[in-house]
C-alpha cells in the first residue's frame, strides 16, 4: 500500500488511508495564506491531528510503498496503538 507522509517543521506524520491529500494540501496553503489556522488529519493509528499551521510552517509530503496494514482504515472513531512491524 501507499503511504503518504506529512513533515511539519521536521516532526512526521504519516497519514491514515483515505486522506483526501489534494484537500489536505489546499488546506495548508489556505492556512499559510490567511496567516494561522489548524488543519486536521487522521494519522497512522485513526488518530485525530491538529496542526496549526503559518506562514512560517514548513510542510513536506511525501509518499512511500509501504507493508499493507489492515488497522489503518483512517477510521477515527477506531483508534489503535502505535506503528507495528509484519
Not at 488543519?39 to 493509528?45: C, I, N
Not at 496542526?51 to 489503518?72: G, K, M, W, Y
Amino acid at each position: 500500500m501507499v503511504r503518504t507522509e506529512v513533515l511539519v517543521n521536521g516532526e512526521s506524520f504519516p497519514l491514515a488511508q483515505g486522506q483526501d491529500l489534494d484537500q489536505l494540501r489546499h488546506q495548508f496553503e489556505e492556512a499559510a495564506r490567511d496567516g494561522a489556522r489548524f488543519v486536521d488529519f487522521v494519522v497512522v493509528g485513526n488518530r485525530s491531528t491538529s496542526v496549526l499551521v503559518s506562514p512560517r510552517t514548513e510542510v513536506v509530503i511525501s509518499t512511500s510503498a509501504v507493508q499493507f496494514d489492515p488497522r489503518d482504515t483512517g477510521d477515527d472513531d477506531s483508534p489503535y496503538g502505535g506503528f507495528f512491524d509484519l
